[in-house]
């Protein structure tokens, strides 16, 4: 492939392994929606080539975007020193630094490929700016009493404390007035503050959950609106605001060149697009709106429900995406489960909680032993919930311990069992057995009448389902879907070499690689590594 030659048909898994997914004999294998080209999207920044980068916090990865060719590089693997960058900013000499907002770390990448840690001891960081005139590097923090800090560039974990006590600050920049604009999330506000005396001033207010800023060419200060996916400009000598960008919320970050066009981020969408700042109109996609993962796809009333990490989705059978609900703006965790019992959606955090979806659309705590403000997407109960399912119309709850518990949905526990396994992975259901995976031992335990039958022989087993004659595994670490008869007789993969995981190893996030069982029989697959949903249908 040329150097300007288009990539576009290339998914985010493709670019480090060749997949060719193929069914076995007696199957055929569809897609039901198509592969994403990016592990998500969130913090945005023109390089001095030209090319975006991109921040896919939850790839572990950074990507960088040719726009007028559609040339999407790896401009940093995951597997790297680089873990789990949100937002990102150049200095002069050509590095780039990575709020590691999860890890509490600033990281720098030299032009080299050689990587760095700066700051190892920066709770929650997350906006990252440096300043074109003097290329000093500020960053602050997303979390209650919040700081903000200049970084010194050449001496590990050395700060100076700007301000401090500031709540839910995000991605910053540096204004013509040489003080940093910043972001309250929650707050709906941007503030600006003086980097010499640390004097803060709210300069905008009543704004819908700003995430980002950065200044127009015409000196306007530019705002993302995440819960009413806007980019509006606002002029600070009259107070006149000019919407911009308009599309789907959860807008993350944007940037903007010297030709007028702004990029824009959506880290719920995991979608990056180019458009025209004069009209607002869409120029260029390089990812249109899909799948973080999808972390758990489950069989619901009509369709599927889908847990996303940042949304929770509903799917018809033909791959179309409905958010129900998305990270930071009405859902308080990041999803890694889902089930649908009774009509009702039942999530679970990646902390290890379960929320129910009540019919006003708000999610409550049904079970999980953790408090304090979003304390959902930050902490992880250690004694806590590991998978979710449904099995003969109850809600089945797998524990990181090995116990198997079946719940109300007003939280009361129904039973509560050992399962003999080390931890639970993957768990499902129906009138007859229980199934359940614990992908670190590479066993599967169908619990029944009788004795529990253990089928082992499996690489890394996650997602779980029963059909009347057999059980049905993702093993992750085969990259395979496989049917194993209930007695444990007869095995077979019946889809093989899927986008199965990530393509490179990395610290676990929660995600899953699903399976469920459609009304008509069909094997639904959640391939969260290129994002795509497959069909295995029976000849």
């Known amino acids: 492939m040329s150097e300007n030659s288009s990539n576009a048909t290339v998914s985010r898994f493709d670019i480090y392994l060749d997949t060719s997914p193929s069914a076995a004999s007696g199957w055929t294998l569809e897609t039901v929606r198509e592969p994403s080209r990016l592990f998500g999207a969130n913090g945005v920044r023109l390089h001095a080539d030209g090319r975006l980068w991109i921040s896919e916090l939850v790839g572990e990865h950074l990507s960088a975007w040719d726009a007028d060719n559609d040339v999407l590089s790896n401009a940093s693997p995951m597997g790297s020193e680089l873990r789990g960058p949100d937002d990102i900013a150049f200095d002069s000499e050509g590095i780039v630094y990575a709020a590691e907002t999860m890890n509490g770390r600033i990281t720098g990448l030299r032009a080299d490929g050689t990587y760095f840690v700066l700051v190892d001891e920066c709770p929650a960081v ?58 309250q999330v929650f707050a709906g506000t941007v503030l600006a503050v003086d980097p010499e005396s640390g004097a803060i001033e709210t300069v905008v207010d009543g704004l819908a959950h700003p995430t980002a800023v950065k200044f127009a060419p015409d000196g306007r200060l530019v705002v993302a609106q995440a819960s009413i996916g806007e980019v509006t400009a606002v002029d600070l000598s009259t107070g006149e605001w000019t919407r911009l960008v308009s599309l789907e919320p959860g807008v993350d970050n944007f940037d903007i060149d010297e030709r007028g066009y ?40 009509e369709g599927f429900v889908a847990a996303d990490h940042g949304s929770v989705c509903r ?168 049917c194993v008869s209930r007695d444990g007789e007869r095995r077979g993969a019946v889809a093989v070499d899927l986008p199965l995981g990530l393509p490179r190893l990395q610290a676990d996030d929660g995600r899953r ?25 029976r000849n």
């Open 513 to 537: 690689s699903s399976v469920t069982i459609d009304k008509d029989g069909s094997i639904i697959v959640g391939c969260d590594g290129d994002g795509s949903i497959r069909r295995l249908v």
């Open 126 to 183: 997350n906006g990252i700016t440096v300043d074109p005139v003097t290329d000093k590097l500020y960053v602050d923090e997303m979390r209650e009493g919040g700081r903000v800090l200049e970084i010194d560039k050449h001496e590990r974990n050395k700060v100076r404390v700007i301000a401090e006590n500031l709540d839910w600050l995000n991605a910053l920049e540096m204004g013509p007035d040489r003080r940093l604009y910043m972001p």
């Open 262 to 301: 702004i990029y824009v981020s959506n880290f719920v969408e995991a979608s990056v697009a180019r458009y025209s700042m004069e009209t607002g109109e869409l120029d260029k996609v390089l990812s249109a709106g899909s799948f973080l993962g999808p972390y758990q796809i489950a069989s619901a009333t």
């Open 315 to 482: 799917v018809d059978r033909e791959g179309n995406l409905a958010r129900l609900s998305r990270l930071l703006l009405d859902q308080p965790f990041v999803a890694v489960g889902i089930a649908e019992v009774g009509g009702v959606l039942v999530a679970l955090t990646q902390a290890g909680e379960v929320f129910r979806r009540d019919d006003s659309g708000d999610w409550v705590k049904i079970y999980g032993s953790l408090d304090g403000a979003n304390s959902e997407y930050f902490g992880q109960d250690s004694d806590g919930v590991n998978a979710i399912g449904v099995g003969d119309g109850r809600l089945l709850v797998g524990m990181r311990h090995g116990d198997v518990v079946v719940l109300e949905l007003d939280g009361t526990v129904t039973s509560r069992k050992p399962s003999g396994l080390a931890t639970i992975t993957g768990i499902s259901g129906d009138g007859s057995a229980i199934v359940v995976s614990d992908e670190t031992a590479g066993s599967v335990l169908v619990l029944g009448e009788g004795e529990p039958r253990m089928l082992n022989g499996f690489k890394r087993p996650q997602g779980v389902a029963l059909t009347e004659d057999y059980v049905v595994v993702a093993d992750q670490g085969e990259r395979q879907i496989v």
